[in-house]
């Protein structure tokens, strides 16, 4: 079946870029573990190591790291268009993606040598899974409030506190937490440093929590007094939230906030062919291909920013923000349309498949930041506050 977004020729890749769409796509056909949709429809949260260091093999984890630490060294462009296949398709990336797409990249700008030279051809090999330490109990979307704390001590530093909502902690070798290091939690922005926690070190306690849908994704992450030595410490003390807002450019704007309900949009495609489609059918489907072929190119152009090495923070709110609502509105809307005509033959996979992301499409909006606070950011990128 074509991409629906073929008939729209609305921003140009580089050239490079889409000559590289043909490889992924040849090596999705060869290595992508058959799935159902909705299997398939869990994309960035389907955990398989398996794949990841098939992945690995072919070269593909760490795209725009530099080969001298077992990146590709390729572009942000290529970066795009290989995250792009990777979501269309459904493959489980859940393993190494946020190592692929933030630790690493945070390594390579404030890590020491030592630190490079350890953690990115881990990355690069999907030996070295990441998660990200940032939200806490009562420090979510306030993260200036975090409370968990490094306390100096010979030779390093003694970690207590308790990180929550951790994806994939279970799973991961390492956290990039963000801790308080000096100061009250009245001291907000300043204080705060960026620490790697190696997950396996004793006083470290990880808890899978079940959401919802029955899965159990993320973690609640306990530390009792843990020992880090001083190269835990990734850039400067003190600078954590100056390093973390740069980590949330990376984090917002991908096509992970267009693309997460797009494996159910072509399964309804699939049914509409076999089945046939009604008009409010065919204008639905429009409506969703002209706001995805427009999303994509805010995507692209922060893709092009990040690429030029600048951290457009409001702009990847902006992408996250519009970019969410349409992945909540998909099965949404979907729903209406499948249970408005009760006579009408349903595929089983496509209720599966509605019914996943039905239950899991509000934490779309609250993962990486929530509505409300984005919009804040906007405004107040607008000049509005
Ligand atoms: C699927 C999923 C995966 C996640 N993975 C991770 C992860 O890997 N690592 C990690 O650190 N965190 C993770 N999170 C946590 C996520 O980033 C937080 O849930 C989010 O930042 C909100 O924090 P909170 O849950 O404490 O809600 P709160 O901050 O308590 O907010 C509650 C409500 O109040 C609103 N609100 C809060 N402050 C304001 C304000 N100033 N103005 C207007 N409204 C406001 C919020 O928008 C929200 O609706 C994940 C969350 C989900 C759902």
Same mark, same amino acid.
Request: proline share 5%.
């Given at each position: 079946m074509n991409n629906l977004l073929d008939a729209f020729h609305l921003t140009a890749l580089p050239a490079a870029a889409e000559d590289f769409r043909a490889e992924v796509k040849h090596f999705l056909d060869g290595h992508l573990p058959p799935a159902p949709a909705d299997v398939r429809a869990r994309s960035w949260m389907g955990f398989d190591a398996d794949f990841s260091r098939r992945l690995a093999a072919r070269g593909w984890i760490g795209l725009t790291l530099p080969a001298s630490y077992g990146g590709? @060294? =390729?572009?942000a462009f290529r970066r795009f268009v290989l995250v792009e296949e990777l979501l269309a398709? @459904?493959? $489980?990336?859940? &393993?190494?993606? +946020? &190592?692929d797409r933030q630790s690493g990249p945070l390594i390579l700008r404030y890590g020491t040598g030592a630190q490079k030279d350890f953690y990115l051809p881990r990355i690069c090999a999907a030996s070295a899974f990441f998660c990200i330490g940032m939200s806490e109990p009562d420090s979510g979307s306030d993260l200036a409030s975090v409370r968990t704390r490094a306390v100096r001590c010979d030779g390093g530093w003694r970690l207590t506190g308790r990180k929550i909502w951790t994806t994939n902690a /279970?799973?991961? /070798?390492? =956290? +990039? &937490?963000l801790v308080r290091s000096s100061g009250v939690p009245e001291d907000r922005q300043k204080g705060l440093s960026q620490f790697i926690v190696d997950l396996s070190l004793p006083g470290v306690e990880v808890r $899978? +929590? *079940?959401?919802?849908?029955g899965d159990a994704h993320f973690s609640e992450v306990t530390f009792d007094n843990v020992f880090l030595a001083d190269d835990a410490l990734i850039g400067d003390e003190g600078a954590g939230w100056q390093q973390v807002t740069a980590e949330l450019a990376f984090e917002r704007s991908g096509p992970e906030r267009l693309y997460s309900s797009v494996v159910l949009l072509d399964c309804w495609r699939a049914q509409l062919r076999r089945h046939g489609a009604s008009d409010a059918d065919l204008a639905l489907l429009g409506s969703f291909a002209t706001q995805l072929a427009t999303l994509r190119c805010l995507s692209i152009a922060v893709t092009a920013r990040l690429a030029h090495g600048e951290s457009p923070v *409001?702009? &990847?709110a902006l992408v996250k923000d519009i970019g969410t609502e349409f992945e909540q509105a998909i099965p949404a809307q979907l729903e209406a349309a499948i249970s408005a005509d009760p006579a009408q033959t349903i595929d089983p996979e496509l209720f599966r498949t509605v019914a996943y992301l039905s239950q899991i499409s509000p934490t779309f909006s609250l993962r990486g930041g929530t509505r409300e606070v984005l919009r804040? =950011? +906007?405004?107040? @990128?607008?000049?509005?506050?």
């Open positions: 590709a @060294g =390729m572009d398709a @459904g493959a $489980p990336v859940a &393993a190494h993606w +946020i &190592a /279970q799973h991961c /070798q390492y =956290m +990039i &937490a $899978p +929590i *079940v959401d919802l849908t *409001v702009e &990847a804040g =950011m +906007i405004a107040r @990128g607008l000049g509005l506050r």
